[in-house]
């Protein structure tokens, strides 16, 4: 033991202290935590958001206009190899997990319904007229590895994949349309030249302000499934509209943490919850206004919720269920999460979703290969044998939507 200690870098040691403070305060949090954002989280992200336009004031002057990083698509390959690098050493002879989002607290059933009263110019592509999708959602964790959940960073992931979405997509998937988030209205890092390793502690250029708006939404959460969740990166909704995606519990419930958190609480959370009850939760839509104040390629700047409120288009439903089986939990590392699964009315946008398209098929790609498994597009009936019989096994829709609910 103290070989291997003497043995580590100091990036090594500066990373295991960051860990046990983080932990230590997941160990409080949870006193204080939902008081605390209550009363103070808005004003402080709306300091922490004119001080960031400041530091990065937006080239862009026309609704869903897209400019290149310089050299992008080198940089877009240079993080490709580097994380193919990460997952063959860090899996090598194990079972190879995401490189982010990593950690799959459960892949559950659900279905998508669009509202019927979508305001005109938002009926676009999957939300051009009322329909229900079967879907499947994974709930995850940051990455890039799978902690204790006591450990991890605190941001929440959410993939929301509908099934028999008709007409020609934009990559691989021909049925699925995928929709992305995390409980966090923006990325790490506002484009991908920045390095995410040594972004926030970089003494030669030190970005504080973004690590405390990371700060003030990553915490110990109580239940993925009662969590709020943002794209913040931006997608069209047709020609000429640019749209950031939030999706949001109906009925939150504040499950309570015990003091002795278990590694996998978060997954025990959920089951424990579609156990008793299902969950809806709602798929909203936030425009572009000005291109100044909403860029498309800072991935560091939230959108203004008063200046471009976000617009209910679709309700999810998710019935009681288990989905903690075997043979469930390895169909979710069949899936493949893409942003680019999608028809052209959504076109991702930026320079961060036009990483994605590469890095998340390469990476998918070289998962299913060191697992041996297949990549899979899912048709929405799935079952799995080894599954204990409830409602939401057997792929029925969820109560609520049989009865023709909104």
């Given at each position: 033991m103290s070989g291997s200690v003497r043995g580590k870098t100091l990036g090594q040691r500066v990373n295991d202290f960051l860990v046990s403070l983080i932990?230590?305060?997941?160990?409080?949090?949870?006193?204080?935590?939902d008081g605390f954002n209550a009363v103070f989280q808005g004003p402080l992200v709306a300091l922490l958001q004119a001080f960031i336009r400041l530091r990065h004031p937006s080239r862009e002057t026309s609704p869903c206009q897209e400019i290149p990083v310089p050299e992008e698509e080198r940089i877009t390959a240079e993080i490709a190899a580097e994380m193919v690098r990460f997952l063959e050493m860090e899996y090598r002879g194990k079972v190879a997990e995401r490189a982010g989002n990593t950690k799959t607290y459960g892949v559950v059933r659900g279905e998508v319904e669009v509202l019927s009263e979508v305001p005109a110019d938002l009926k676009r592509g999957v939300f051009g007229a009322p329909a229900r999708y079967p879907a499947w959602i994974r709930f995850g964790g940051p990455g890039p590895l799978s902690p204790p959940d006591v450990e991890d960073a605190g941001i929440l992931s959410i993939g929301v994949k509908l099934m028999g979405v008709p007409g020609p997509k934009l990559l691989d998937e021909r049925a699925t349309q995928d929709f992305l988030g995390i409980s966090c209205p923006t990325f790490t890092t506002p484009d991908i030249v920045e390095n995410p390793t040594l972004y926030f502690l970089d003494p030669r250029d030190p970005h504080y302000l973004d690590a405390l708006m990371q700060g003030?939404?990553?915490?110990?959460?109580?239940?993925?499934?009662?969590?709020?969740?943002?794209?913040?990166?931006?997608?069209?909704?047709?020609?000429?509209?640019?749209?950031?995606?939030?999706?949001?519990?109906?009925?939150?419930?504040?499950?309570?943490?015990?003091?002795?958190?278990?590694?996998?609480?978060?997954?025990?959370?959920?089951?424990?919850?579609?156990?008793?009850?299902?969950?809806?939760?709602?798929?909203?839509?936030?425009?572009?206004?000005?291109?100044?104040?909403?860029?498309?390629?800072?991935?560091?700047?939230?959108?203004?919720?008063?200046?471009?409120?976000?617009?209910?288009?679709?309700?999810?439903?998710?019935?009681?269920?288990?989905?903690?089986?075997?043979?469930?939990?390895?169909?979710?590392?069949?899936?493949?999460?893409?942003?680019?699964?999608?028809?052209?009315?959504?076109?991702?946008?930026?320079?961060?979703?036009?990483?994605?398209?590469?890095?998340?098929?390469?990476?998918?790609?070289?998962?299913?290969?060191?697992?041996?498994?297949?990549?899979?597009?899912?048709?929405?009936?799935?079952?799995?044998?080894?599954?204990?019989?409830?409602?939401?096994?057997?792929?029925?829709?969820?109560?609520?939507?049989?009865?023709?609910?909104?």
């Open positions: 932990a230590l305060e997941h160990r409080v949090d949870p006193l204080f935590r003030l939404f990553a915490r110990m959460n109580r239940n993925p499934l009662f969590t709020r969740y943002f794209s913040c990166v931006p997608y069209l909704c047709g020609p000429g509209l640019a749209v950031k995606y939030s999706i949001r519990p109906l009925e939150p419930e504040r499950t309570r943490i015990p003091w002795r958190i278990p590694d996998d609480w978060l997954r025990q959370a959920m089951a424990a919850t579609l156990e008793r009850r299902g969950v809806e939760m709602e798929l909203a839509l936030q425009r572009q206004g000005d291109p100044r104040r909403m860029p498309v390629e800072n991935a560091a700047i939230a959108w203004s919720e008063r200046r471009s409120p976000f617009v209910p288009v679709a309700r999810i439903a998710i019935p009681r269920q288990r989905f903690t089986s075997p043979a469930q939990l390895a169909f979710a590392r069949e899936l493949a999460f893409n942003p680019w699964h999608c028809m052209e009315a959504h076109r991702p946008l930026g320079n961060q979703n036009r990483a994605r398209r590469t890095l998340y098929a390469e990476l998918s790609r070289l998962r299913q290969a060191m697992n041996r498994e297949p990549l899979v597009e899912p048709h929405g009936s799935e079952t799995f044998p080894d599954a204990p019989e409830i409602a939401g096994n057997r792929g029925e829709p969820p109560a609520s939507l049989r009865k023709g609910s909104a």
